[in-house]
């Protein structure tokens, strides 16, 4: 089974609607985060967490929000999607201290379509 | 800020030529470096990771890396490249502060590689 599972793996919605991302863990690690991925610029953070009571903003968190509901589950939620949403979105977790570095641990992503 | 640079986003390569892929950043500490592979409709996955001690890192699928500080590089390269190589790959660095990690990586913008026949 893996690691980090996302649900869904592929959404299409419409303007102006409410949609959430759900990221679960059985990694047992207190680090997660959110990218958005678009064409040839990589990766960008959304928002991060390290641990369920220390919720961070990333680099593009405008129009977005999180909630981690438990060390394992880590959601992102789009409370009025716009068309420019329209991305590849991964969940991430990592554990420095158990794994003696940052090295972060992906989940396979949710296509996310907003017409 | 940490910034990440791949240079070229796009990388064509014979099948059985030399594969290089160019990774700089901007710390002025030396960071945790990852290089990260992503398949096509796949999630990312790790290649392999520089974090202390050898700075020739060697990683999945006869891929490595050489860490070089004075050149702030974390070049990828694979000696002779295979089909099954052709995919997008991510440098990523940590940022590193007086020793203590920010547990925050910064990705480069990727580097799609195609194998031709």
């Known amino acids: 089974d893996a690691d980090v599972t996302q649900t869904p793996r592929n959404r299409i919605t419409k303007t102006g609607k409410r949609i959430m991302l759900e990221c679960s863990q059985t990694?047992?690690?207190?680090?997660m985060y959110w990218y958005r991925q678009d064409p040839g610029l990589g990766l960008q953070l959304i928002y991060y967490?390290?641990?369920?009571?220390?919720?961070n903003k990333g680099e593009i968190s405008d129009g977005y929000s999180v909630s981690r509901q438990a060390q394992a589950k880590f959601s992102l939620s789009l409370e009025s999607a716009i068309p420019n949403q329209t991305a590849l979105y991964f969940c991430?977790?990592?554990?420095?201290?158990?794994?003696?570095?940052?090295?972060?641990?992906f989940g396979p992503g949710t296509r996310l379509t907003v017409l | 800020a940490q910034s990440v640079t791949q240079l070229g986003s796009h990388v064509s390569v014979s099948e059985g030529a030399l594969v290089l892929l160019r990774c700089n950043y901007s710390?002025?500490?030396?960071?945790?470096l990852f290089w990260y592979v992503q398949y096509p409709n796949q999630g990312l996955q790790l290649l392999l990771k520089?974090?202390?001690?050898?700075?020739l890192v060697k990683g999945i699928n006869g891929f490595e890396a050489e860490f070089k500080k004075s050149e702030t590089s974390f070049h990828l390269t694979k000696p002779s490249a295979h089909m099954s190589d052709a995919a997008e790959y991510f440098c990523?660095?940590?940022?590193?502060?007086?020793?203590?990690?920010?547990?925050?990586?910064?990705f480069g913008q990727g580097t799609i590689l195609t194998v031709h026949p």
């Open positions: 710390s002025s500490v030396p960071p945790y």
């Open positions: 990694k047992g690690h207190d680090r």
């Open positions: 520089y974090t202390t001690g050898a700075t």
């Open positions: 990523a660095v940590s940022d590193l502060e007086s020793g203590t990690s920010y547990g925050k990586l910064t």
């Open positions: 967490s390290f641990d369920v009571k220390d919720i």
């Open positions: 991430a977790t990592s554990d420095p201290g158990r794994e003696g570095n940052d090295e972060q641990f």
